[in-house]
């Protein structure tokens, strides 16, 4: 049993710590408004889920599941994620967060500016290339066919105890190498939104183009995200 902090109850830290929570994990839940906001989704989650601050949430969890558009991440306390597992949920969308320069001009990923912010937390890239009500639908015991999640990170250990955690919940693994290659399962790359098993996200993976390589058609039919405000 792990015991994850979601900073971010939207979708898509609610639809995760709804699969979190049946497959046996605690979470613990945090937003801009405060835990008196979320008794409904605790009440909702059961007796797995609580509420708590930011900073408080992430001192009693093992690892963080940070579910939050990226203009609001500089907003958070540094201390929150110091030499925590955080688990990067976001997708870059300028009609949430704006234009970031170095976003727009592809010179980093959004899980390596996560890095840069929070230099002593341990990014893993997880989670933001399926469709938040997908989460817990779309889980499935071990043993048979499942849908095959992707994960990017350059710490070995936390990596690993994220694909533990990405397994339990009922989904496969593909590592796509580190943070820097994140970008192959951004959005509007094969690989984001689409039910794929192991070998097929693979080949979705390895037949990524960076945006410059794109045209704007091929963006398009994912430009509509799914992830509300806290």
């Known amino acids: 049993m792990t015991v994850i902090a979601i900073i971010g109850t ?25 835990p008196e906001s979320l008794t409904d989704l605790v009440a909702t989650l059961g007796e797995g889920a609580s509420a708590d601050t930011v900073s408080g949430a992430a001192e009693r969890a093992d690892m963080v599941l940070l579910a939050v558009p990226l203009h609001r991440y500089a907003q958070l306390p540094p201390s929150a994620l ?22 727009d001009d592809e010179s980093t990923t959004t899980s390596e500016r996560l890095q840069s912010l929070f230099p002593a937390a341990r990014v893993v890239k997880a989670f933001n290339n399926i469709y938040a009500e997908d989460i817990a639908t779309d ?84 430009r509509t995200h799914r992830m509300s405000a806290d």
Not at 151 to 167: M, P, R, S
């Open 10 to 34: 939207g979708r898509v830290g609610a639809g995760f710590a709804e699969a979190a929570v049946a497959a046996g994990h605690r979470v613990v839940l945090a937003n801009s408004r405060g």
């Open 82 to 103: 110091e030499e925590r597992i955080v688990i990067d949920a976001g997708n870059y969308y300028t009609d949430w967060s704006g234009h970031i320069e170095e976003l």
């Open 139 to 222: 889980a499935r015991p071990n043993g048979g066919t499942r849908r095959a999640l992707a994960v990017a990170g350059d710490d070995a250990e936390a990596k690993q105890a994220v694909v533990t955690l990405i397994l339990s919940i009922g989904f496969d693994v593909v590592d796509a190498g580190p943070l820097s290659e994140g970008w192959r399962f951004q959005r509007g790359t094969p690989a984001y939104v689409v039910p794929l098993g192991s070998d097929e996200l693979k080949d979705a993976l390895a037949g990524a183009r960076r945006y410059r390589d794109m045209a704007d058609d091929d963006i398009a039919p994912n």
